[in-house]
C-alpha cells in the first residue's frame, strides 16, 4: 500500500499576507496620464517638424516667394508705375509658392497612409477626430505662419525699392489683405490640400487633385470661345483661385465676382464642407 504524498505548506507569496487572504490590488508605478487635444498635437508637431518633406516644400515656398518677390521689384525699378499698387506684385510669387503648400498640406495626411504609419498613429490616438484636429490645426498654423511672414517681408521690400518709381502708397486695408489675407488664404488652401488627402489616401492623386482644383478652371476658362459659353467662361475666371488670390492684391482679372476679403471667406465655407466630409468617412473607413 503507497504512502500518499505529503501536501506542501501553503506559503502566501511575500507582502500578500497569510494563505487564502485575497491579494492587494496592483498600483502601477507609471502614473497613468487622461490624453487629450494637447498630446495629439504635440506628436503632429514633432512629425511635421522632423520629416525632410516639411523643409524641402517649405524651403521651396520661401525661395519662389521671396526669390520672385525681388527680382519683380528689381526689374521694375526705374520703370514708370504711376498709380500702381506696388503690393500686387507679389502675386506672382505666391501663386507658384501655393503647389508647395498644396504639396505639404497632401503629405501630412496621405503619405502615412502610403507607408502605413497611420496605423501607429492611430493605435496610439483612437480618436479619430481628434487626430484630423491635431493635423489641421498644426498644419495651418505653421502654413500661416511661412505665408503671412513671406507674403509681409516680399510687400515691404517691394514698396521700399518701387517707392521712387510713383507707385501709390498702399493703405492699412491694402496691407492687410496683401499680408495676413493672404496667408490666411494660402494656410486654408493647404489645409483644404490635408483634407483632399485624407480623402484620397494616396499622395499622387490628392497632389493632382489638388492642382487641378487650383489651375484647371482658369485654363479652362481661357480656350472657351464659344460665345453660348461666356457665363460659365466668366464664372469660372472670377472663382478660380489664381483670381481670388488676386483679389487680396486688388489686382482682380475680372471687374465682376468676388472683392474685398470674399475670397477668404469662400475659402472658409469650402474648406469647412471636405473637412466635415474628411470627417465622417474618417469615423467610417478602416485603417
Known amino acids: 500500500m503507497t504512502t500518499p504524498p505529503t501536501p506542501l505548506p501553503q506559503t502566501a507569496p511575500a507582502g500578500h499576507g497569510a494563505p487564502g487572504a485575497a491579494y ?6 507609471i502614473p497613468v496620464v487622461q490624453t487629450h487635444l494637447g498630446h495629439a498635437l504635440a506628436s503632429e508637431w514633432t512629425k511635421i517638424r522632423s520629416v525632410r518633406s ?34 500686387s506684385l507679389g502675386f506672382f510669387g505666391i501663386l507658384l509658392g501655393t503647389m508647395c503648400i498644396v504639396t505639404l498640406g497632401v503629405l501630412t495626411t496621405a503619405s502615412e497612409y502610403g507607408t502605413g504609419m497611420v496605423r501607429t498613429t492611430m493605435t496610439a490616438c483612437p480618436s479619430r477626430g481628434r487626430i484630423l484636429a491635431a493635423k489641421s490645426i498644426v498644419f495651418f498654423g505653421l502654413a500661416f505662419v511661412v505665408s503671412a511672414g513671406a507674403a509681409t517681408f516680399v510687400a515691404v521690400a517691394q514698396v521700399s525699392m518701387l517707392k521712387g518709381d510713383g507707385v501709390r502708397s498702399p493703405d492699412a486695408a491694402e496691407w492687410l489683405k496683401a499680408t495676413v489675407g493672404v496667408g490666411l488664404f494660402v494656410a486654408l488652401l493647404g489645409l483644404l490640400s490635408l483634407l483632399v488627402g485624407s480623402l484620397v489616401r494616396h499622395s499622387a492623386g490628392a497632389i493632382t487633385t489638388m492642382i487641378g482644383v487650383v489651375l484647371a478652371p482658369l485654363v479652362v476658362a481661357l480656350f472657351m470661345g464659344a460665345r453660348q459659353l461666356e457665363d460659365l467662361r466668366q464664372a469660372l475666371i472670377e472663382y478660380s483661385v489664381p483670381n481670388q488670390l488676386s483679389v487680396l492684391y486688388d489686382n482682380s482679372l475680372t471687374d465682376t465676382g468676388p472683392s474685398g476679403w470674399d475670397p477668404l471667406w469662400i475659402m472658409v465655407v469650402v474648406t469647412a464642407v471636405v473637412y466635415a466630409g474628411a470627417q465622417a468617412l474618417l469615423e467610417k473607413r478602416d485603417v
Do not use: K, R
Not at 492587494?24 to 508605478?29: A, D, F, I
Not at 521671396?66 to 520703370?79: D, P, Q
Open 24 to 29: 492587494p490590488t496592483y498600483t502601477s508605478p
Open 54 to 87: 516639411t523643409m524641402w516644400t517649405l524651403g521651396v515656398f520661401l525661395l519662389l516667394v521671396v526669390g520672385i518677390g525681388l527680382l519683380t521689384g528689381s526689374l521694375l525699378t526705374g520703370a514708370d508705375l504711376s498709380g500702381q499698387n506696388a503690393l
